[in-house]
């Protein structure tokens, strides 16, 4: 059971950041070392994790903003 009741949304969005770092840097390695069809499968994985990521990123600055 997750425990929401004293969120810590900034240490999430911090979170965020990092994921984001780590996942240009992911990107770069793999383009230097897996094959393009194998390339192009994370660059859609990675576009809809991004994206899904980008949703929670906002509805966590607003629930932010509004305490």
């Known amino acids: 059971m997750i425990d ?3 969120p810590n949304y ?3 969005l911090n979170q965020i950041d990092e994921l984001r770092l780590l996942m240009k840097k992911l ?3 793999f383009s230097l070392q897996i094959p393009q ?3 192009t499968k994370f660059d859609s994985s990675k576009d809809s994790l ?3 990521i980008e949703d929670i990123e906002f509805t966590l600055q607003d629930f932010n903003q509004s305490k």
């Open 4 to 6: 929401a009741s004293n």
């Open 10 to 12: 900034l240490e999430t």
């Open 27 to 29: 990107d770069k390695s």
């Open 37 to 39: 069809g194998l390339q």
């Open 50 to 52: 991004l994206h899904w």
